[in-house]
């Protein structure tokens, strides 16, 4: 249900002395009763004031301008609005290990698939795997290791052996591997020899997509190649630590682009060591978001981007618009009503989620029911 700001008859006769005395009539009927509920010093107003911690607050009596809107009952979003960069997960640096001179190197932005070459080191390829064990010595037949699980594992992934050729959890280095390991040899270019020799493979979590190169080509191959992440989209976002509880992984989130289109997407992750930024500042923990169409989010890196994250949602509340709320002098809050006469009544509500970025507040108590009138600041 949306919430009803046309004018009624009772704001059209706000300013006549019948209303006058209506309002003087419904303040003594009503402040009497709600009694020691409501405390209010002599002369003073009920003041609106802002939830969320805000400075500014403004005055609201029956002498000033209002309007009305209706209670509406509706899902109702908790979110906190943050600012992010949206880019690529992971940041790998390759080094080269093999002897010789560098004769071919990707350009920058190129992705390289496992199975795929890297670079060239004397005209001989440099294969990308998959693994997380960087490569460290010569593989051969008889070998074992870890290293020789996800070596393996490669060769049944790529489709050089099949599982019954193969075993891909095996840590060891069998006749079966060197013959998938020639398929994969003669598939790049390289020397059929069997055998992985140190250099000739390079071994990161993912896809490579390359940001930088570092080697010059004729150069002598060693040190650093070149620098890539994975082609996973992420938005990583710096996060106040004072916010932290505030969020978890799963929060659904919704990503605003520098075009200005909105994408959704999921915390991934949520740092629990907080850092202090190099310019100074507060402390900050890293936020990673995950978009939920990766397509949809482009292909710009290091972008700046809002992410509002939902942190709680309430199905059905009751939703009036947060300058609605009227502050007692002891404590709390609470609304004014306009029942169907006309007759002003103040009602102590109990507020729950509020939607900073629409401005409305879940408000309960048991004289707050959907479809009443409301009294808010009039524009």
């Known amino acids: 249900m949306s919430l009803d700001t046309s ?9 006549s002395p019948r209303a006058s005395r209506r309002r003087r009539r419904w303040r003594r009927r009503d402040v009497a009763a709600l009694g020691a509920a409501v405390v209010l010093a002599v002369g003073a107003v009920l003041a609106v ?14 002498a000033s301008a209002t309007s009305l809107v209706r209670v ?85 992934e790529l489709g050089y052996a099949t599982t019954s050729q193969l075993d891909p959890t095996s840590d060891v280095f069998s006749a079966a591997t060197t013959s998938a390991l020639k398929r994969l040899q003669a598939f790049v270019g390289a020397d059929q020899t069997g055998t992985l020799t140190l250099g000739s493979a390079v071994f990161l979590p993912s896809a490579a997509r390359v940001t930088a190169v570092s080697a010059t080509l ?12 994975s082609t996973t ?34 915390v991934f992750s949520v740092g629990t060591v907080a850092a202090t930024p190099s310019g100074g500042g507060s402390p900050t923990v890293t936020v990673i978001v995950v978009p939920t169409n ?47 006469h006309g007759a002003h009544h103040l009602v102590p509500v109990t507020t729950g989620l509020f939607d900073d970025a629409d401005g409305l507040v879940q408000v309960s108590g048991p004289g707050v029911a959907a479809g009443a009138r409301v009294v808010v600041p009039g524009s």
């Open 233 to 266: 989209r992420v938005v990583t976002v710096q996060l106040s630590a004072t916010q932290q509880a505030q969020i978890a992984v799963g929060d659904q989130v919704t990503i605003t682009l520098p075009n200005n289109q909105t994408t959704p997407g999921v």
């Open 72 to 156: 509406a009952q509706r899902d109702l979003s908790s979110q906190t609005s943050v600012n992010g960069t949206l880019g690529y997960a992971g940041s790998y640096s390759v080094a080269n290990q093999a002897q010789g001179t560098i004769t071919w190197l990707p350009a920058v932005g190129q992705v390289i698939t496992p199975g795929g070459v890297l670079y060239q080191v004397g005209g001989k390829p440099v294969v990308l795997l998959d693994g997380s064990i960087p490569a460290y010595r010569t593989l051969a037949e008889g070998a074992t290791g870890a290293d020789v699980t996800q070596l393996n594992a490669n060769l049944v």
């Open 7 to 15: 004018p009624t008859v009772a704001q059209r006769d706000e300013s």
């Open 294 to 340: 990766p397509a949809a989010s482009g292909t710009l890196d290091q972008a700046p981007v809002e992410v509002a994250i939902t942190t709680a949602t309430a199905k059905n509340a009751l939703v009036v618009p947060v300058n609605a709320l009227l502050a007692l002098s002891g404590g709390g809050y609470a609304i004014e009503t306009v029942d169907a």
């Open 49 to 62: 004031t802002d939830p969320f911690g805000g400075s500014g607050s403004s005055s609201v009596d029956n």
């Open 218 to 229: 004729g150069a002598p191959a060693g040190g650093q190649i070149l620098t890539a992440t």
